[in-house]
């Protein structure tokens, strides 16, 4: 076996090649099969292997430990097979480890129809496997994937097999979703003073197209109406061309002494830099008995779950608990004052007449939106009293009945809706829906018009009468039905989003058996480099100035450089170089680095915050042997109250033996390295502030010192 960085590369004989050629139908000579084979504890992968498929996700447990074995071979004879630019042999397993969620396995298969280039994405556990059907739109998918069975919750971008090309662990990722104007993307995340915090707010996350955090939104406060950055709610957030941001918020009111507060909903214009420019609540718009539910605390009358700002500078906004949607003015005009509502669609104050519509209106909706031609659209989830279930107290029988007018009846029926507006003779025309038979989602949901005219729907966490496994989002044409969905029994996104996510992350290249910089005494170096790339669009290339793993004198050749290429273009180039011939006095040398998830290498140490009780780093450390064959001792710090750290190597951990000191490398031959896994856990205990500086340290021989690399992680 040989070590390379992150990766454990074993060759072992077995005959799948053979297999393969024995069970492949007859082909034509030009026409070889290909065959890719993803195992390990835990391990499955999506969608089912096919040569004309290029991407695939790997799902994976805590047993899975980042380790992979891959088997690819060809039908040809002649062909050749990288792994993450490693050279493979053909139809023989390679086993890879030390991923981490996120990593990219790249399959180059190369034979006489050409070059194949597939990866397969390395999910993080509790990650649910997903399943598509049928052909959607150009475009990736935004969603935050939540389930009330799984204590995991995740953002990610997804193409239309529902494999991910981007994953992120993350608290209640809520309304993750791309901009025109503004950042690249945003996502919400609960700011909560402690884990036990039940009576939170949230904050946009800006990222950039790298999907990277570049800054941080919440409303301004606003003194004189009591508003607090802690009222921020996630459900809507819009980016305007002028560089102004509509966010909302629910606020705690006390209306009279001795009541519970009310839940007054809230929208705010901010400035560029975050300053208010117009606050509005429903208190004094809305009385709080035009709810048809309160929510559990008995606060909840209005419920704000979508709002964006119309050409003149009205707002619409969508009110689930009043069952109403409002035109709201930010500016006088029309005899308007800024505040006032324009008019109430829905609701107990409903100024529209229904037309064409058999429901006679809309309940318990979500996103309500104006097309460029004026008409309405609205994810209209439907609405019944539940007594059970997580969101039963936001249920109750709210839905229009057609029979009977002004009465409420139960329709737990959802239906994606849009209306012809009049708005000076206020009707709303029915004139298309989407009504799958039996589903019903009593919360959460969206309807995105496409600019072909199909709507991309968020399903949230439907229900379906009929006995199918409801998908969390799907895609409708004009005419219907639908053409593709993906599915994930158990799971949700609270909305989700067909937006373009190209590839901006350049591959990284890693080159083993020589150090740039480093001074060698004329032996031959084995040269080993591996290239890997995460972005969704697959590594395409990994090319050096000479062969990957080839030997060579130290004095005949003083450099080598390495190309990657990703799909989308991308292109990194590493060059390292070294001296050569003559040493004196023996030392043996160890050379200790170590490297922070999305960080680079470095001598020294890192630094980096754990926010929540539970949270963990993951972080590499490698050893290599600067000199001749040697073994080094090799010792590190123990935990704390507040941080636990543990040690692994191999998959095993070494914590108590490391602390001990009682760890020795095997003898290293030049240039070799010897990995070491370091993962720092946050516990309940700590308070913010409280740090530990994890050392690791390797004693050095001869004349040499030793060497040492430290981890700072403090509790923000």
């Known amino acids: 076996m040989q070590w390379r960085p992150g990766v454990l590369v074993a060759a072992v004989a077995v005959t799948a090649l053979e297999l393969l050629a024995l069970t492949a139908p007859t082909q034509a000579a030009d026409a070889p099969a290909h065959s890719v084979t993803i195992e390990g504890a ?47 042999t053909n139809g023989q397993p390679l086993t890879l480890t030390d991923l981490v969620p996120g990593d990219e396995v790249a399959v180059a298969i190369a034979d006489s129809a050409g070059t194949s280039h597939q990866s397969w994405i390395y999910l993080p556990p509790g990650f649910p496997t997903i399943t598509s059907a ?7 998918v935004l969603v935050g994937l939540s389930s009330f069975l799984s204590t995991h919750s995740f953002q990610t971008v997804l193409d239309d097999n529902g494999v991910p090309t981007y994953v992120r662990e993350a608290p209640e990722p809520n309304d993750f979703t791309a901009h025109a104007h503004g950042p690249a993307y945003t996502v919400f995340e609960p700011v909560k003073d402690s884990p036990e915090d039940t009576e939170y707010g949230y904050r946009v996350l800006e990222l950039d197209d790298q999907l990277q955090t570049t800054g ?46 009310w839940l007054d909903a809230v929208i705010q214009v901010q400035d560029a830099a975050g300053a208010a420019l117009f606050t509005w609540t429903t208190k004094s718009h809305t009385d709080p008995s ?15 779950n979508s709002v964006e700002m119309e050409p003149n500078g009205d707002l619409l906004a969508s009110f689930r608990n009043l069952g109403q949607v409002m035109r709201i003015a930010t500016t006088a005009h029309d005899g308007f004052a800024p505040g006032d509502v324009i008019w109430r669609m829905g609701g107990k104050r409903n100024d529209f007449t229904f037309l064409d519509d058999p429901y006679a209106g809309f309940c318990a909706q979500h996103d309500a939106r104006i097309l460029p031609d004026g008409h309405l659209t609205l994810f209209d989830n439907g609405s019944r009293k539940d007594t059970t279930g997580p969101v039963a107290p936001q249920t109750a029988d709210m839905c229009p009945d057609p029979a009977n007018p002004g009465a409420r009846k139960a329709r737990p029926q959802t239906r994606v809706v849009e209306y012809a507006l009049d708005e000076v003779n206020h009707t709303a025309r029915l004139v298309r829906s989407f009504v799958p038979t039996g589903r019903y989602a009593p919360f959460a949901g969206n309807a995105q018009r496409l600019d072909d005219g199909t709507t991309l729907v968020g399903w949230s966490a439907s229900q379906d009468s009929t006995g199918a496994t409801p998908p969390f989002v799907s895609e409708v044409p004009q005419a219907g039905p639908e053409s593709w969905s993906l599915t994930a029994p158990g ?20 080159i083993n058996g020589v150090e740039d910089g480093q001074h060698y005494v004329g032996q031959d170096l084995m040269i080993s480099y591996t290239c890997t790339d995460r972005g969704g669009s697959t590594l395409q290339s990994c090319e050096g100035s ?5 030997t060579i004198g130290s004095g005949s050749t003083r450099s080598v450089t390495v190309t990657a290429t990703d799909g989308a273009g991308n292109t990194t180039t590493k060059t390292v170089s ?19 998830p999305g960080g680079a290498w470095t001598d020294r140490g890192v630094k980096l915050r754990l926010h929540d009780a539970g949270d963990e780093a993951v972080l590499k450390v490698r050893l290599k042997n600067r000199s001749s064959t040697y073994a080094y001792p090799v010792a590190a710090g123990a935990g704390n109250d507040a941080f636990t750290v543990r040690y692994f190597h191999g998959g095993h951990d070494i914590t108590r033996r490391l602390v001990r000191g009682d760890v020795t490398t095997p003898e290293l031959d030049q240039g070799e390295i010897w990995n070491l896994r370091l993962v720092v856990h946050r516990t309940r205990a700590a308070a913010k502030g409280d740090k530990i500086i994890a050392v690791v340290y390797a004693e050095g021989g001869g004349l040499s010192g030793g060497d040492q690399v430290y981890a700072l992680v403090r509790a923000r």
């Not at 049928?134 to 990736?140: D, F, K, Q, V």
């Not at 709810?291 to 704000?304: L, M, N, R, S, T």
């Open 42 to 88: 835990g391990v499955s992968t999506w969608p089912s292997y096919d040569a004309g498929i290029d991407r695939y996700a790997v799902h994976t447990d805590d047993t899975t430990d980042g380790a992979l074995t891959v088997t690819a071979g060809t039908t040809d004879l002649d062909g050749t097979v990288t792994v993450n630019g490693i050279p493979a």
């Open 134 to 140: 049928g052909t959607g739109s150009a475009g990736h």
């Open 216 to 261: 941080t939104r919440r409303l301004d406060p606003v003194p004189s109406m009591g508003i607090l950055a802690d009222d921020t709610d996630f459900h809507d957030v819009e980016y305007l061309p002028d560089g102004r941001v509509i966010l909302v918020g629910y606020h705690r009111e006390y209306y009279e002494p001795g009541h519970v507060p």
């Open 290 to 304: 035009e709810g048809y539910v309160w929510g559990g605390k008995g606060q909840d009358y209005a419920h704000i």
């Open 491 to 510: 799971w949700f996104s609270y909305r989700a989003f067909r937006a373009p996510a190209p590839d901006k992350q350049a591959p990284e290249i890693t």
């Open 546 to 550: 000479v062969p990957n793993g080839a």
């Open 578 to 596: 070294w001296t050569c011939c003559v040493v004196s006095d023996p030392a043996w040398t160890p050379d200790l680095k170590i490297r922070k």
